[in-house]
């Protein structure tokens, strides 16, 4: 695959945040996924949280897995630290780092399918845990690399581009998330940026678990029987020596709507989402309520969207540890190998 790295060059005027930095030293190279994507739109979204929040990208370590969402750190914040590893393994790839080195800010991105499939167990205990890091989950609820199965999120009774109806229940991530025991608890729309940047950056600067769920659409349901772009039409009626595949471009879905208010988003397929901002009055400190009103709003068909539960007095993983606030990569040898006197009298408390 070849990658297209942009223009180095920055417009002499651009606005410069707090550490001299501009929006455009927060990106990274040219995205390859389908135009319209809403994975592209959280990118956008990271990359004006970042900015905002005075980050120097050097602090930043991201960490994905693997899918149309993993690819995504490599679209921003390309002066950072970066690791991409196997399918669902990211957060415990992200908790080893985390703790040899607590001086960085983690930043997990996962998809629907590396985080409630396969990395569904890693999810868990990450939650539950307490590891200080933004958990973004770009949710599409299909595994758009390899033709759009239904993922472990779709809806019960959602129809698949070949027409398949799903008949599994879908696992939902922010109910588990609130339920393990995360403290700071999201979920939010890519197209819908005036919420998603806040949402964000209060991950980003909170001192524990933080998960945000993004509902991002994905162009590839527009891939369905009947369609004249469709991989079929397109298969059926090309006489090339090769077979290629093709997705019709979209225009980016966006909304904006007030606080309290319910919004329906037309999907590119016809099919229609309907969203949910919290009220103003709305308590996010109680988790329990939290947890009732999700699915009281889910039984009516709504997809609650804010910020759902936060904990303002949060600890992690560190705390529970104890461990020194040094990062191990700056211990010497004295420190970590303290010799046979200190462990004599390690062994003798446990006795």
């Known amino acids: 695959m070849t990658y297209i790295a942009k223009p180095k060059l920055h417009h002499p005027t651009l606005t410069r945040n707090n550490v001299g930095y501009t929006r455009r030293d927060y ?17 956008a979204a990271i990359v004006q949280a970042c900015w905002e929040l005075d980050i120097e990208p050097h602090r930043v370590a991201k960490l994905s897995g693997i ?21 669902g393994r990211m957060p415990s790839v992200l908790t080893g780092a985390n703790l040899a080195n607590r001086e960085l800010l983690y ?4 998809g629907d399918g590396d985080s409630a499939s396969i990395g569904l167990g890693q999810f868990a205990n990450a939650m539950r845990r307490g590891v200080r890091m933004a958990y973004i989950v770009e949710n599409n609820g299909v595994y758009g690399l390899t033709k759009g ?3 472990a999120t779709a809806d019960r009774g959602s129809k698949s581009k070949k027409g398949a109806i799903n008949t599994d229940a879908p696992i939902d991530l922010v109910g588990l998330a609130l339920q393990l025991g995360a403290t700071y608890v999201a979920r939010s729309f890519s197209g819908d940026k005036a919420q998603l940047v806040p949402l964000i950056k209060g991950a980003m600067e909170h001192g524990g678990a933080a998960f945000i769920d993004v ?3 994905c162009v590839t349901f527009n891939n369905h029987a009947g369609s004249t772009k469709s991989y079929d039409y397109v298969r059926e009626h090309n006489d090339a020596v090769s077979r290629i595949d093709f997705i019709s471009e979209h225009e980016e879905i966006t909304t904006d709507y007030a606080p309290g208010e319910v919004v ?8 229609v989402l309907r969203l949910r901002k919290l009220h103003p009055e709305y308590d996010p400190t109680d988790r329990l309520a939290a947890m009732n009103y999700m699915h009281e709003q889910q039984a009516r068909g709504e997809i609650v969207t804010g910020l759902l539960y936060v904990d303002p007095l949060a600890t992690d993983l560190h705390t529970a540890f104890n461990t020194t606030e040094r990062p191990l990569n700056t ?13 004599d009298k390690i062994n003798a408390s446990l006795r």
Do not use: M
Request: with cysteine; charged share 15%; net charge negative.
């Open 27 to 43: 990106e990274g190279r040219i995205s390859t996924l389908c135009a319209g994507c809403g994975h592209d739109s959280i990118s």
């Open 67 to 87: 899918g149309c969402s993993s690819k995504t750190p490599d679209y921003f914040l390309g002066a950072s630290h970066g690791f991409n590893s196997v399918h």
């Open 107 to 110: 930043l997990g991105i996962s």
């Open 149 to 151: 199965q239904f993922s």
């Open 215 to 217: 509902i991002s659409p």
């Open 264 to 271: 329906d988003v037309r999907q590119h397929d016809g099919s």
């Open 331 to 343: 211990l010497g040898r004295a420190e970590l190998c303290p010799g046979a006197r200190a462990l």
